[in-house]
């Protein structure tokens, strides 16, 4: 691999995609023609930056990228692609300049990347005005080129994950006022057939998923337990308390039949940074339920969220295939939004076995939370089993009679 990226910037709330930063430094060594060369991508943090500028350069602050070309006796074996260098960057000092120059976390790192490059092929804008000014413009084209090469073909390294959510076996359960079926039982047979989330959503009424399902799963959830909620303090307090592998907030209306509309974050940007704050304090990562919508994506980086979920219901439910498309588009359009401004991306509602093939397929998501589709289905196609096993009972004879 052409590109090692070494990723040392350790913040569990990270907003920072290696796979697309490492997808832009393959491109532009293509650009660059420099495909049979390999350098190191190393993310770091300020302090660790500050440690090299001191070493290196007698300095004693952090920047935002150092360049380390490979030397004349570096160590280089037979068949090796030739060695460039290391390109050292501050994750922490490019956050800083983003904002400030108003782009997004990943363009300025991309900017870095290709001045470090550069600096690797031997530019040097300390040298003259005149190579600076040149260095500067090869910067530039080089940017417009990689877009060029990007735009249309974000590259996915990693399939989604599909995470179940198995609320509507406990609504079953509910209407008996009994002990079956058990949402924790669920939860372990969608893990063994490969799920690779379980989510549920503890209401403050109650009406489904009970405190004891939540305490159990926690135990029981071998993949990553996503626990669903609106901002009320006592939920809240269950989940520091709970630690889930992440929390989604959405709102939370008593009457509705189930989540209507995703959360308005402008209008409850203060108790909404407040949670996360306790939220990330606690280490539990913050995902925000938004409809598809550039404004409420700004707000959920404003809040300090660590990932949306983009509503999907407008998309599923779309009566015809123009409202469809549209509503996709608009999804596609938000996803990469929020995936560019750092955010990292999931998506769901009303997701079934038509609509979900094509959201899927967006490179920017990173996971699919279903429920509603796949119990129903469930139901179904073990619904020829459950009367098999029953008339087999049925038909046994009876020991003595
Ligand atoms: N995501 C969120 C935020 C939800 O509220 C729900 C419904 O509980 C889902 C995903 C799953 O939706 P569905 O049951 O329609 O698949």
Request: hydrophobic share 40%.
């Given at each position: 691999m052409p590109v090692h990226l070494i990723?040392?910037?350790?913040?569990?709330?990270?907003?920072?995609?290696p796979a697309l930063l490492e997808n832009r430094a393959l491109l532009l060594l293509e650009i660059l023609q420099c495909r049979e060369q390999v350098f190191s991508l190393v993310l770091v943090d300020d302090s660790t930056m500050a440690e090299y500028n001191h070493r290196?350069?007698?300095?004693?602050t952090a920047t935002n990228v150092l360049s380390f070309p490979a030397q004349d006796g570096d160590e280089q074996f037979p068949g090796q692609e030739a060695e460039l260098g290391d390109v050292l960057i501050s994750v922490d000092t490019a956050k800083v300049e983003a904002r400030r120059q108003n782009k997004s976390i990943h363009h300025r790192v991309t900017e870095l990347i290709i001045h470090g490059l550069l600096h690797l092929l031997g530019?040097?804008?300390?040298?003259?005005e005149q190579e600076a000014l040149a260095m500067w413009d090869r910067e530039q084209e080089l940017f417009r080129q990689l877009q060029s090469k990007t735009n249309s073909s974000l590259e996915r390294r990693t399939m989604p994950h599909l995470a179940i959510n198995v609320d509507h076996v406990a609504t079953v359960r509910q209407a008996r006022g009994i002990?079956?079926?058990d949402p924790v039982l669920a939860a372990g047979i969608c893990e063994l057939a490969g799920a690779e989330g379980i989510v549920v959503h503890l209401r403050e009424d109650r009406r489904h998923i009970q405190d004891r399902d939540v305490l159990l799963l926690r135990q029981t959830v071998k993949t990553k337990l996503n626990l669903e909620m609106g901002a009320a303090k006592e939920i809240i307090n269950i989940a520091l308390d709970l630690k889930p592998d992440m929390i989604t907030l959405v709102p939370e209306k008593r009457?509705?039949?189930?989540?209507?509309g995703g959360l308005d974050i402008i209008a409850g940007e203060k108790k909404l940074a407040r949670t996360i704050q306790k939220m990330s304090k606690a280490g539990i990562p913050v995902s925000i339920f938004i409809d598809p919508d550039a404004v409420q994506i700004e707000a959920a980086v404003d809040v300090g969220a660590t990932f949306v979920e983009l509503h999907t219901g407008r998309y599923c439910d779309a009566t015809s295939e123009e409202e469809r498309d549209l509503e996709f588009r608009l999804i596609e359009q938000s996803a990469e939004l929020a995936f560019e401004s750092g955010l990292r991306v999931n998506a769901g509602h009303g997701l079934d076995y038509l609509t979900t093939g094509r959201i899927a397929a967006?490179?920017?998501?990173e996971e699919l939370s279903i429920g509603h589709a796949v119990i129903s289905r469930a139901v179904l196609v073990g619904l020829d089993q459950a009367v098999r096993e029953m008339l087999a009972i049925v038909r046994r004879p009876f020991p003595g009679q």
């Amino acid at each position: 691999m052409p590109v090692h990226l070494i990723d040392q910037y350790h913040d569990a709330h990270c907003r920072i995609n290696p796979a697309l930063l490492e997808n832009r430094a393959l491109l532009l060594l293509e650009i660059l023609q420099c495909r049979e060369q390999v350098f190191s991508l190393v993310l770091v943090d300020d302090s660790t930056m500050a440690e090299y500028n001191h070493r290196y350069r007698k300095k004693n602050t952090a920047t935002n990228v150092l360049s380390f070309p490979a030397q004349d006796g570096d160590e280089q074996f037979p068949g090796q692609e030739a060695e460039l260098g290391d390109v050292l960057i501050s994750v922490d000092t490019a956050k800083v300049e983003a904002r400030r120059q108003n782009k997004s976390i990943h363009h300025r790192v991309t900017e870095l990347i290709i001045h470090g490059l550069l600096h690797l092929l031997g530019h040097d804008h300390e040298r003259s005005e005149q190579e600076a000014l040149a260095m500067w413009d090869r910067e530039q084209e080089l940017f417009r080129q990689l877009q060029s090469k990007t735009n249309s073909s974000l590259e996915r390294r990693t399939m989604p994950h599909l995470a179940i959510n198995v609320d509507h076996v406990a609504t079953v359960r509910q209407a008996r006022g009994i002990t079956e079926p058990d949402p924790v039982l669920a939860a372990g047979i969608c893990e063994l057939a490969g799920a690779e989330g379980i989510v549920v959503h503890l209401r403050e009424d109650r009406r489904h998923i009970q405190d004891r399902d939540v305490l159990l799963l926690r135990q029981t959830v071998k993949t990553k337990l996503n626990l669903e909620m609106g901002a009320a303090k006592e939920i809240i307090n269950i989940a520091l308390d709970l630690k889930p592998d992440m929390i989604t907030l959405v709102p939370e209306k008593r009457k509705e039949l189930t989540t209507e509309g995703g959360l308005d974050i402008i209008a409850g940007e203060k108790k909404l940074a407040r949670t996360i704050q306790k939220m990330s304090k606690a280490g539990i990562p913050v995902s925000i339920f938004i409809d598809p919508d550039a404004v409420q994506i700004e707000a959920a980086v404003d809040v300090g969220a660590t990932f949306v979920e983009l509503h999907t219901g407008r998309y599923c439910d779309a009566t015809s295939e123009e409202e469809r498309d549209l509503e996709f588009r608009l999804i596609e359009q938000s996803a990469e939004l929020a995936f560019e401004s750092g955010l990292r991306v999931n998506a769901g509602h009303g997701l079934d076995y038509l609509t979900t093939g094509r959201i899927a397929a967006l490179p920017t998501i990173e996971e699919l939370s279903i429920g509603h589709a796949v119990i129903s289905r469930a139901v179904l196609v073990g619904l020829d089993q459950a009367v098999r096993e029953m008339l087999a009972i049925v038909r046994r004879p009876f020991p003595g009679q």
